[in-house]
């Protein structure tokens, strides 16, 4: 070592036991190994801090897309909110608009018929129109249910055309029941407000009448769950006939219920509109009254589902169904659903 080394120097590399120039060389190499060492792990931990910033950056960026998305989904969802509250302001208001239609055309057929008895009724509720266009949807949906529920209890030991026209028997009776009930209804009560035996609604004095079928009108939705039960028990013996009736056996129970009382309610209500609406089962202008079932042609076979007519010879209000027959006509199946549109 060089004797003009400071004191302080000296006793650095003392405390590194550097007592020659060896060690001070060796001392050397491995500061230099050192320092290459620290400069490798530098560049590495530059290295590592770039793809870290890269990384970082990439995260940012997805965060920045997902802040996006959360955004246009909370203005999304605000817009659903801001549509199901104007739906139900609307609902609302239609039902506020129907409820005061309806008084209207009670309060415009109370005025005409204090003129006019015969006038037809126009009540929103029981028109023609409304009562047609629920006829055609039990045919679209109950009478479909019973269609297929019967031919998968009947097999193939009956035809389609039995089933068919079994299911419309069904509809007639419950047509024929529910005229007799009305026409029962209005003869006790003109006999009560008579005190006589007068039997002809129709013959009495107009005053009379017309407070008869309001009171028949008012009352339809009490008599009707009784309607219902009365037609539920009698079809079972009064059409033990009819397959389809025997094939369900019971009719507390699903389709059969639901397509008697559906039929039961529509053709309940039609006997409320003055003159009471009518289905026509006949084959007269079959062609003008009907829209083919299965196959079309110019040839009529049978009747599916009924006409409806304003009243009894009236005009026609919805038409019905039926199948008709032309030669070399390949046919759909039958009991497929059937559009009236």
């Not at 230099?32 to 400069?39: A, C, F, I, P, W």
């Not at 909110?81 to 415009?108: C, F, G, M, P, W």
């Not at 008599?223 to 006939?241: F, G, H, N």
């Not at 219920?257 to 053709?267: A, K, P, V």
């Amino acid at each position: 070592m060089s004797t003009n080394m400071k004191q302080e120097d000296l006793s650095e590399f003392e405390r590194f036991k550097l007592t020659t120039s060896g060690d001070l060389e060796a001392f050397k190499g491995h500061l230099r190994e050192l320092g290459n060492h620290l400069r490798i792990q530098i560049r590495m931990f530059k290295q590592r801090f770039e793809h870290e910033n890269i990384a970082f950056d990439r995260i940012d960026e997805g965060s920045k897309m997902i802040n996006k998305v959360e955004e246009k989904l909370g203005n999304y969802l605000s817009m659903i909110k801001k549509n199901e509250r104007i739906d139900e302001r609307y609902t609302r208001i239609r039902h506020v608009k129907k409820k005061y239609e309806d008084k209207l055309s009670e309060a415009t057929t109370a005025w005409l018929q204090k003129y006019n008895p015969h006038v037809v009724e126009i009540t929103s509720y029981n028109r023609a129109k409304h009562i047609a266009e629920s006829l055609v949807g039990v045919f679209e949906n109950q009478w479909q249910e019973m269609y297929l529920s019967s031919r998968n209890k009947l097999i193939r030991k009956y035809t389609d055309r039995e089933i068919v026209e079994k299911l419309r028997d069904i509809l007639k009776y419950c047509y024929d029941n529910c005229r007799e009930f009305y026409w029962k209804q209005g003869i006790a009560l003109l006999q009560l407000l008579t005190m006589s035996s007068q039997y002809n609604i129709d013959t009495c004095q107009p005053v009379i009448r017309l407070r008869i079928k309001e009171l028949l009108k008012r009352g339809a939705a009490y008599t009707l769950p009784y309607i219902q039960k009365v037609i539920r028990q009698d079809v079972v013996s009064l059409l033990e006939m009819n397959i389809v009736v025997r094939a369900h056996q019971r009719t507390q129970r699903p389709p059969i219920r639901s397509f008697l009382d559906m039929c039961t309610e529509i053709t309940w209500l039609m006997q409320f509109q003055d003159p009471p609406i009518a289905l026509d089962f006949t084959d007269e202008n079959s062609s003008m009254k009907f829209k083919p079932y299965v196959t079309s042609g110019p040839e009529f076979v049978y009747v599916v589902w009924p006409a409806v007519l304003l009243h009894e010879n009236g005009l026609l209000v919805s038409k019905g169904v039926a199948e008709f027959f032309s030669p070399g006509y390949e046919p759909r199946s039958a009991g497929s659903e059937y559009n009236f549109t």
